[in-house]
């Protein structure tokens, strides 16, 4: 069983930098694509960015494109969340997730495997 796991969450003060990180368990992890999700209390899980198994193809919504960079290392299994100036309204729990056929995919129902999620506060 393939289980993702996230960190890098926690306090962190608004204009920090962030870097969240998703890796799993298993030789496959780097064959998926790999998306991060968010949800703040009281809202629905929002899309924040994906990358495919060719790390090259990335995609953001246009709300966030200018503020959230994925990456992957692959000799490491890891992929990378970053933004270097938080604020106030990132604030949720960011989800990473997975699919096994390692096509980007922007909305949640396409994924296979989910982690537990990484909760990030940010104080102003």
């Known amino acids: 069983q393939v289980h993702l796991i996230e960190s890098g969450g926690g306090l962190k003060q608004a204009g920090e930098y962030l870097r969240l990180s998703c890796t799993a368990s298993g030789s496959k992890f780097n064959d998926y694509a790999i998306g991060w999700f968010r949800q703040a209390p009281g809202k629905e899980r929002e899309f924040v960015a994906t990358?495919?198994?060719?790390?090259?193809?990335?995609y953001y919504p246009d709300s966030l494109k200018d503020r959230f960079t994925i990456s992957r290392d692959n000799a490491k299994n890891m992929v990378y969340l970053e933004t270097t100036t938080v604020k106030p309204e990132d604030a949720a729990v960011y989800y990473c997730a997975a699919r096994i056929d390692g096509v980007t995919w922007r909305v949640e129902a396409g994924y296979d495997l989910w982690g537990q999620g990484t909760q990030v506060t940010v104080s102003s």
């Open positions: 990358i495919g198994r060719n790390p090259d193809i990335t």
